[in-house]
Nanobody, 124 residues
Framework: QLQIVESGGGLVQPGGSLRLSCAAS????????IGWFRQAPGQEREGVSC????????YYADSVKGRFTISEDNAKNMVYLQMNSLKPEDTALYYC?????????????????WGQGTQVTVSS
């Protein structure tokens, strides 16, 4: 049974930075891609970024390109999301998720499992 746990969220001022961490445990040998999606109250979930575990290609939503960076440590089954130049519209519950690269999706990936989420609030 694959388990995913996110951490690192918090309150930050506009223009600030946060780094989110994602730990995967259990059966991880067949993972194809890991990424992040977010959901704000009253809004649909939005893919943020993902990374292929086959060729390590990365994908970003247009809204975060140039500001967010996804990275991974394969030996530790860890994925990170470095978020810089944060904006109030980045406020959401962020989920780390497993899935696969999906051509045609702006978010880069589709997902089938995810964790409990970590809250990111950007406010002055």
């Amino acid at each position: 049974q694959l388990q995913i746990v996110e951490s690192g969220g918090g309150l930050v001022q506009p223009g600030g930075s946060l780094r989110l961490s994602c730990a995967a445990s259990g059966v991880t040998s067949d993972l194809l891609a890991i990424g992040w999606f977010r959901q704000a109250p009253g809004q649909e979930r939005e893919g943020v970024s993902c990374i292929s575990l086959e060729d390590f290609s990365t994908y970003y939503a247009d809204s975060v390109k140039g500001r967010f960076t996804i990275s991974e440590d394969n030996a530790k089954n860890m994925v990170y999301l470095q978020m810089n130049s944060l904006k109030p519209e980045d406020t959401a519950l962020y989920y780390c998720a497993s899935g696969r690269v999906t051509p045609g999706l702006a978010s880069g990936c589709s997902y089938d499992r995810w964790g409990q989420g970590t809250q990111v609030t950007v406010s002055s």
